[in-house]
């Protein structure tokens, strides 16, 4: 039998997978799903790491709120990466050179991978007239949420406005709740397309009528006097 081929570098992927990670362990065990090893990186290397796909993200919430991009720094990051035609371990043909044989050197051509392919989607999105869309899909996931590094968190102000997007987050009041999310996965899509997938949707439907619930609200109402009485809130 053939060898299953390895997962493809993707940056809206990666992006999308980034949204899960609560824990730098998370990130390590993607980088091993894709390497087959596991990575002795620093927390510099990964905070660097990091720092990229929050740049990308931001980018992505730019376009999507039609707002301007950050084209000057974007320009100045690509300005540092030299290309290569080759085939390479983890990295598709077309790919950033790393500048040594350590994880560390394969973590930053990951990072610089990812980073052109952005731009070069940018720079399709940016001729396509709006043709098509950059979505985000409308589900909800349940998970009480902390994170190990700050990098790791997706910036709070961002998800808010992400949020208030979706009714429900609104008429609850959980635009800044910790275990109630939206969804992290982005699509292009030239339909509306509202869910990533069915299991998503449903999941939601779920997540809805609890949220809908009125016992669930005392229940929610209840335990945010207690915090209030008890001076957690
Ligand atoms: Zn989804």
Redesign the pocket.
Known sequence: MPAAAPPKLDWMDVLNEQFEWNTTDDLKSWFTKLTGKQPDVSKSSINEFQKCLNFIRDQVSALHFDEPVDLKTLDKKLSGIELSMAKATALPTLHAKANGTSDADLLKAMEETILVQFASFLSDFLADDNESSLNR?E?LFKEQRSFDSESLAPPMETEKRWRKEIPILIECKLLSSTDIHR?G?FFIGKAKAR???EA?RFRTFQLNKQLTDPDYLADKQRRYRQNQQSGKA
């Open positions: 899909c589900g969804c996965d869910f990533c997938s998503c």
